[in-house]
């Protein structure tokens, strides 16, 4: 499929990317409230608890909104992509509020889901050095699986996120938040997910910082990759969807055939003499 079949105007994708984003915090915070409350203090089950659902929402949100926006879900994403000019700059301001916003909206759902403050300011510290090197790790992870699966693989996009999100909970100290959204979001809850606002800017330094290497990273690394599908991120890529969606383009290097002039025979009968006086006829 070279283009979508149907081009989905800025307000349907900005609601993409606002519900996408919800519905990505919920997740996030939500199952840290589950699984503290079922785990019965064991931290590491809570843990393996909060990274399966994350990783299992990441699959599904990139499915059904990547196709609209891109499911950029992410301002580091967002940003990279407006970098190398798969998406407007205005755009991308606009996509960045409107995750954001969708952030904090989940946020406050998974706290009234569960009984809690709809805003309820965190307190759980997460400061040093080794934690703001693990955001920084972890985005620079994040941003160059998508930039080599959505110019080599698209397809496979949503499953290689959901995967690195999913192992990345468990190598960095900070539990990968690697979204600035996110960031913001989760200092709205005072839960198991939660990251005191004092904290935050660092977080999302590392995390720009991250974005912007592994964006540097791969244009010198692989310049190949780069050009061979033009700019953009995603699932969808960019907003007036110059880009393939979910295969790559396959073309063939061989030159192509000249097509053969087409030689017409025409038969005839031949009087010719035999052998018996007789004739015979080709």
Not at 182 to 203: E, N, W, Y
Request: net charge positive.
């Amino acid at each position: 499929m070279d283009r979508p079949s149907v081009k989905f105007n800025m307000r349907a994708r900005l609601t993409a990317e606002f519900l996408g984003s919800a519905f990505l915090v919920a997740t996030v915070i939500g199952s840290g409230i589950m699984g503290e409350r079922l785990a019965g203090g064991n931290v590491a089950i809570t843990l393996l608890a909060n990274t399966i659902a994350t990783g299992a929402a990441l699959v599904a949100l990139i499915l059904t909104f990547g196709p609209i926006s891109g499911a950029h879900l992410n301002p580091a994403v967002t940003l990279a992509d407006a970098m190398e000019h798969g998406i407007p700059w205005p755009q991308a301001a606009a996509y960045i509020l409107v995750q954001c916003a969708g952030g904090v909206a989940g946020a406050i759902v998974a706290n009234l889901m569960f009984e809690l403050r709809w805003c309820s300011i965190s307190t759980h510290p997460r400061h040093g050095w080794p934690l703001v090197l693990s955001e920084f790790v972890a985005t620079f992870g994040l941003l160059s699986v998508i930039w080599g699966c959505s110019r080599l693989r698209s397809g496979a996009v949503p499953f290689a996120v959901a995967a690195y999100i999913t192992a990345a909970y468990w190598f960095t100290a900070s539990t990968s938040f690697a979204n600035p959204a996110v960031t913001i979001a989760r200092s709205l809850s005072d839960t198991f997910a939660g990251i005191q606002p004092s904290d935050v800017p660092l977080f999302i330094v590392a995390q720009i910082s991250g974005a912007l290497a592994a964006t540097f990273f791969v244009s010198v690394a692989c310049p190949e990759s780069f050009n061979a599908r033009g700019p953009g991120i995603g699932a969808a890529s960019s907003l007036d969807h110059r880009k393939r969606m979910w295969r790559p383009e396959v073309r063939s290097t061989y030159p192509r055939r000249k097509q053969q002039p087409t030689v017409k025979v025409r038969c005839s009968s031949i009087d010719l003499p035999n052998n018996d006086g007789g004739r015979e006829f080709l």
